[in-house]
């Protein structure tokens, strides 16, 4: 970066600011990650969806930067659209059926040139204050591996089931016709440190925290991943690791 950042985490307040969000995300999911969608719009460089107008944006900036960006869809909210769009890819019964506060993450990235620092931990330090003043029990929503080749993520996948699968009463499945299962591997042939390394730092700290899996994952061809949905439980999180988000990062 070459330069000491002075970070803010605030929701988007205007048009201009989704459009900030949006082309952060083009340049994270299309341009770095080979992603597409059909409301992709590649000649202004805006990743989008018909889901954008309905979600609130939670946006990292350094100075006028943003430079990590959040999309939230509380349970209150939902009702507006209709669905999650998480929906497109796992039965969230369970979830539904608790009648418990929901809030489901999405879209999430910080730039590359900020990875590896204290902007995701600004930004998740936004969302716990977030959770907190709307009272959130629930926290849900894709995440995903890049590249779409399920024997290559076997190992990664397979831990994620053996050892982080959700209890019954929240535990989401996979649908469709690119739904696969996620235990590839019995436990006994799965390395876990392999799985490990070739786990996405953001899964990894959701899992830290006390995150856990749905059953099965969902081969997204278009965005080039596989998802799995992860599902926190605010009620059961660990809160060693919650405090470190919710106080200020230096």
Known sequence: MGHSPKFTVRLAASADDIRAAQALRYEVFVAELGGTGPMVDHDARLEKDQYDPFFEHL?????????????????????????????????????????????????????????????????????????AKNEVDILFGVASFHGTDVDALAHPLSHLHHRFLAPPELRVTATGETAVAMDQLGEEQTDARRALLETPQLIKAYLRM?????????????????????????????????????????
């Open 59 to 131: 946006m990292l900036f350094d100075a006028e930067a943003c430079v990590g960006v959040y999309r939230l869809l509380s349970s209150d909210a939902m009702p507006k659209i209709g669905r999650y769009y998480s929906q497109d890819e796992f039965d969230l019964g369970p979830l539904k059926a608790s009648g418990r506060r929901l809030l489901e993450l999405g879209r999430s990235c910080v730039h590359k040139s900020y990875r590896g620092g204290a902007a995701l931990m600004h930004l998740w330090q936004g969302l716990s204050g977030y959770i």
């Open 210 to 250: 006390g995150g856990m899996v749905g059953q099965g994952a969902w081969v997204d061809h278009a965005f080039n991943t596989v998802d799995v949905c992860m599902v926190l439980d605010m009620a059961r999180i660990d809160q060693k690791q919650a405090a470190l988000y919710q106080r200020a990062p230096r």
